[in-house]
């Protein structure tokens, strides 16, 4: 009987990579020397016990949110993305662009949402340019690939966050006409309800794209999140960036198998 393999995820840093899964995490980094340095550990929150469909999507962004502090504290020399200067800036320049875009009247409600909703992905997309971080993003995909499927996969996932992109514009759109329709005392809190509704939902979407691939609607939403992993998000990885990604993942399946957690 084949072994059952575990549901993984991943993330990619400047300087290594972070593989997880439903209880466990595990980072990898290469230091300036050449050394590969590993941490592991339980997860503190884990999303795989929250069954309810409007709130597994927030549970899983939330649990990806803890889990940077916990690698932070135990791989004090990992390099998060969003600890670049030009991540920072971009993040300014888009939340002041989303206000600009929100205020126009030039605009109809349908179109700011979704232009706000494109301008909010800017520093995420941004993130990825750099040429260490898209290759230790094809390396990430390229490990947790063959471990699922038993041979060498490609620097393309399909579970790649970045087909998130579709659903999350779509429903983040959605919602910020709703909220906008809300008394002005209370469009502050539609809107943050509107957010937390658009990830659920976004979640929801994008399980079901993956469980039916050639469904051409899950296709067409997908397509984004293709076109950013081909085309910006992932490069190829060399040998050395493998290793790393190889470290982390057998840390992390290690632990998974191993003794019990919290």
């Known amino acids: 009987m084949a072994e059952e393999k575990i549901r993984l995820g991943g993330m990619a840093l400047p300087n290594g990579v972070l593989v997880h899964g439903p209880r466990a995490w595990a980072c990898a980094i290469r230091h300036e020397d050449g050394r590969i340095e590993v941490a592991s550990d339980h997860k503190r929150l884990q999303a795989v016990r929250v069954r309810s469909p409007f ?8 649990e990806a949110l803890a889990l940077l502090p916990q690698v932070k504290r135990r791989l004090p020399a990992a390099r998060l993305p969003m600890e670049s200067p030009r991540v920072v800036v971009s993040m300014l320049g888009a939340a002041v662009a989303v206000r600009a875009v929100r205020g126009s009247g030039r605009l109809r409600p349908a179109a700011q949402e979704l232009l706000s909703g494109l301008l909010s992905l800017a520093p995420a997309v941004l993130s990825l ?3 260490e971080l898209a290759a230790y993003h094809g390396a990430e995909h390229i490990s947790i690939g063959s471990y699922e499927r038993g041979s ?6 399909e579970r790649c966050g970045g087909h998130l992109l579709g659903p999350l514009v779509a429903t983040s ?6 909220a906008g329709l809300a008394p002005p005392q209370l469009r502050w809190a539609a809107r943050a309800g509107a957010q ?5 939902a976004a979640t929801e979407i994008f399980g079901w794209m993956t469980r039916h691939p050639t469904n051409p609607v899950a296709q067409a939403l997908s397509k984004p ?6 085309r910006l998000s992932t490069a190829e990885p060399s ?3 493998l290793e790393v990604a190889e470290a982390a993942l057998a840390a992390c399946l290690e632990l998974e198998h191993g ?3 919290p």
Do not use: I
């Open 196 to 200: 937390l509704g658009a990830v659920a």
């Open 173 to 178: 759109a959605v919602g910020g006409v709703l």
């Open 55 to 62: 709130l597994r999507g927030p549970a899983r962004l939330a």
């Open 225 to 230: 999140g293709h076109e950013l992993q081909h």
């Open 152 to 157: 060498r996969a490609t620097r393309e996932h």
């Open 259 to 261: 003794a019990d957690g």
């Open 129 to 131: 340019r750099g040429s």
């Open 239 to 241: 040998e050395e960036q």
